[in-house]
Nanobody, 121 residues
Framework: VQLQASGGGLVHTGESLRLSCAAS????????VGWSRQVLGKEREFVVA???????RYADSVKGRFTISRDNAKNTVYLQMNSLKPEDTAVYYC????????????????WGQGTLVTVSS
């Protein structure tokens, strides 16, 4: 499966952004899809994931602010990010996996290119 992330940009504290992850392939519905983020010089950090059945898992740092959803008919996963903070600034990557586990970056085998989110204070 090939993934294409989009929707990043520059916003101010408290504002919102919606990221999209468009996937190719007819078997998209069989994959768990997640978002991770990375700041230069730091390890990639798990943010959120949605499994094949629509179940979700969020990092504590984004609970209550971020919402992940998927539209299998459009082969797309969305990440709605509200109440953004400067510490959310990072390159955001979407990824897909068919493995049992899906809440660590190392669980994913398919990655899209990143999209940069910058939150100014």
């Amino acid at each position: 499966v090939q993934l294409q992330a989009s929707g990043g940009g520059l916003v101010h504290t408290g504002e919102s952004l919606r990221l999209s992850c468009a996937a190719s392939g007819r078997t998209f519905r069989n994959y768990h899809v997640g978002w991770s983020r990375q700041v230069l010089g730091k390890e990639r950090e798990f943010v959120v994931a949605i499994n094949r059945s629509g179940g979700t898992r969020y990092a504590d740092s984004v609970k209550g602010r971020f919402t992940i959803s998927r539209d299998n008919a459009k082969n797309t996963v969305y990440l709605q990010m509200n109440s953004l903070k400067p510490e959310d600034t990072a390159v955001y990557y979407c990824a897909a996996t068919s493995s049992v586990l899906y809440y660590r970056p190392t669980d994913y085998g398919y990655w899209g290119q990143g999209t940069l989110v910058t939150v100014s204070s």
